[in-house]
């Protein structure tokens, strides 16, 4: 019974989170944890693996569709897996509090900015390609050093950056799915090694999140106006920057 319901959740949340351009992990490796599974060795390694199955199956989706933008994404994506390992490798080094606190921060206003411009008009033309790919690159890699120093996943921050640099929002969320399937299995690869799966939670979430990822693709490419998913996406931002927070406040 208990696999039924926590792929029934898991189902909603890849609905949603796919909207976005996102994996899910946010929820999925909580949702495990309060299900009785053990943390370490099964709701990470299980949450970063449904993450990126949940982008795979939406980007693949978006992709056959024509709203992922390949030649933009590529770029961001290996910006991203370099920063990743480097941000990783400095935090024996560096105190995390002040900087988790300052990113937390960040997000917040990010969300909120998403929030009060979620009216407006979408962009009518992109940032010349060579500036774009510039910008994207230099951003993904501080994004990618942030996510691997603090061990939070960097994706949500993709969309408000290819809105910034012209993407409509509908295109900026396909595009984001794909980047965070490079970021999500270099996440899982890095965890793998301690994980002891659960089987059949494995493969009850699995066919839940590429049903659902798959269902939030086609209600996002034609039922979902561009201000509810910047809307939706604001409050994602501020639940992410919230957790950040608190989980240094109350320690």
């Known amino acids: 019974m208990i696999y039924w319901v926590v792929s029934s959740l898991v189902f909603a949340a890849a609905c949603v989170f796919s909207m976005l351009g996102l994996g899910g992990a946010l929820l999925y490796i909580p949702l495990f944890k309060w299900f009785g599974f053990d943390f370490k060795a099964v709701a990470i390694p299980t949450g970063l693996f449904l993450n990126g199955i949940t982008a795979l199956s939406a980007a693949v989706y978006y992709f056959r569709a024509g709203m992922v933008d390949v ?19 400095l935090t024996c080094y560096v105190s995390t509090e002040k900087l988790v606190l300052l990113f937390s ?17 979408e962009p009518k033309e992109f940032l010349p390609y060579n500036m774009r790919i510039i910008i994207a690159s230099i951003a993904s890699f501080l994004i990618g050093f942030l996510a691997g120093f603090l061990g939070v996943g960097g994706g949500s921050l993709f969309v408000p950056l290819l809105i910034a640099l012209g993407y409509p929002t509908k295109q900026a969320a396909a595009t984001c799915s794909l980047i965070v399937v490079f970021s999500s299995f270099a ?17 009850f979430t699995t066919f839940a999140v590429i049903a659902g990822s798959q269902t939030g693709a086609r209600l996002m490419r034609h039922k979902m106006k561009a201000k509810w998913i910047k809307r939706l996406f604001g409050l994602v931002l501020l639940l992410v920057a919230l957790k950040l927070g608190l989980k240094v406040l109350i320690k």
Do not use: C, N, W, Y
Not at 71 to 85: D, F
């Open 105 to 121: 921060l960040f997000v917040f206003l990010v969300g909120l900015r998403m929030l009060f411009v979620s009216g407006q008009p």
């Open 187 to 203: 996440g899982f690869s890095s965890h793998v090694a301690e994980g002891h799966f659960e089987p059949k939670l494995l493969l």
């Open 71 to 89: 030649k933009g994404a590529i770029p961001m994506a290996l910006a991203t897996l370099i920063g990743a390992p480097l941000g990783a490798h």
